[in-house]
């Protein structure tokens, strides 16, 4: 039996959980973007947000994760 790396999650809340309950949902280079300020540190995401956070290149201008958004 083969395995797939394909993961499917809905893309639609039905009804809000708590107030920060959704940002586990967000891709986490996306939540962080989003939520900095809430979150805090990148350590407040969960270890799936984390990873995704870090998998994303390194911008060579700023030396950061910016996804093209840095001003430089």
């Not at 809430?38 to 350590?43: E, K, N, P, T, Y």
């Not at 270890?47 to 996804?67: G, T």
């Given at each position: 039996m083969m395995k797939s790396n394909v993961n499917l999650v809905p893309n639609v809340m039905?009804?809000?959980l708590s107030r920060m309950a959704e940002v586990q949902y967000i891709?986490?280079?996306?939540?962080?973007?989003?939520y900095r300020d809430?979150?805090?540190?990148?350590?407040q995401m969960t270890?799936?947000?984390?990873?995704?956070?870090?998998?994303?290149?390194?911008?060579?201008?700023?030396?950061?994760?910016?996804?093209g958004t840095c001003q430089r």
């Open positions: 039905i009804e809000q891709p986490g280079d996306l939540a962080w973007q989003i809430r979150l805090g540190r990148v350590d270890e799936r947000q984390q990873q995704e956070y870090r998998q994303y290149l390194v911008c060579l201008l700023c030396k950061k994760p910016c996804a």
